[in-house]
């Protein structure tokens, strides 16, 4: 089955403890990329990556990193995670960059930062 | 910058009924795509409608239909005999056809309730 599969689905911790979120797709997808969804502002662009070790700043990049070694995963890293990086984040990946192309999203990982 | 727009940050529709949900957006390119994405409880983000700004004819998929206004930057979406099931977020979303890679803007979202 295609899909895109985000690790852990939920994780509380405390602020300064880095984390890694993992996203893997199955589709052979070009293009990778992670959103942040806070209420009221809908889904924001953190990093995106158009190939194996080509990524790229979004709108909201401050206080994360990203690596893109093999086409399959895309992991997010808080080295040093605070409080307003509580929120729901999605992982999503389409078949090239193009414009026309679907994304399709993860099933999303709520974090909390104490 | 772009940015989407969705002014009724929550609608209801009683079921069978049809209910339109806005959105706007603002950009100074001439060639983009559109989406509404669908977020139900279980969170999935699930493409509901796709529309290429140079096609004139609006997209319909099955009871989902969009106006599209592009003069207006409008492009809403109308839900015909609604059910118990559509009850989510809807996100309305600008693709960029030219700035590859950081190009998705999504609204803020509008929340439909489902009467039955």
């Known amino acids: 089955e295609a899909q895109v599969t985000q690790n852990p689905r939920y994780l509380i911790t405390v602020t300064g403890k880095k984390l890694t979120v993992t996203c893997s797709q199955n589709m052979n997808h070009e293009y990778m990329s992670w959103y942040r969804q806070d209420p009221g502002l809908g889904l924001r662009q953190i990093y995106y990556?158009?190939?194996?070790?080509?990524?790229d700043k979004g709108d909201v990049p401050e206080g994360y990193k990203v690596s893109r070694k093999e086409k399959r995963n895309f992991p997010l890293i808080l080295e040093s995670p605070s409080p307003n990086q509580t929120s729901l984040y999605f992982c999503?990946?389409?078949?090239?960059?193009?414009?026309?192309?679907?994304?399709?999203f993860g099933d999303g990982t709520r974090l909390s930062i104490l | 910058a772009q940015t989407v727009t969705q002014s009724q940050p929550e609608m209801s529709v009683q079921e069978a009924e049809t209910v339109t949900l806005s959105c706007t957006y603002d950009t100074s390119e001439s060639d983009y795509y559109l989406f509404w994405y669908k977020q139900p409880p279980s969170r999935q983000m699930i493409l509901v409608i796709r529309q290429e700004a140079y096609k004139q004819q609006n997209a319909t998929e099955n009871r989902f239909s969009v106006n599209f206004q592009k003069a207006a930057k409008s492009f809403s979406l109308k839900i015909s005999d609604s059910q118990l099931g559509d009850a989510a977020m809807y996100f309305c979303a600008y693709r960029s056809r030219y700035n590859y890679g950081q190009n998705f803007v999504f609204g803020p979202g509008t929340r439909l309730s489902v009467l039955p």
């Open positions: 990556s158009m190939n194996v070790e080509v990524t």
């Open positions: 999503a990946s389409s078949r090239t960059p193009d414009s026309n192309q679907p994304q399709h």
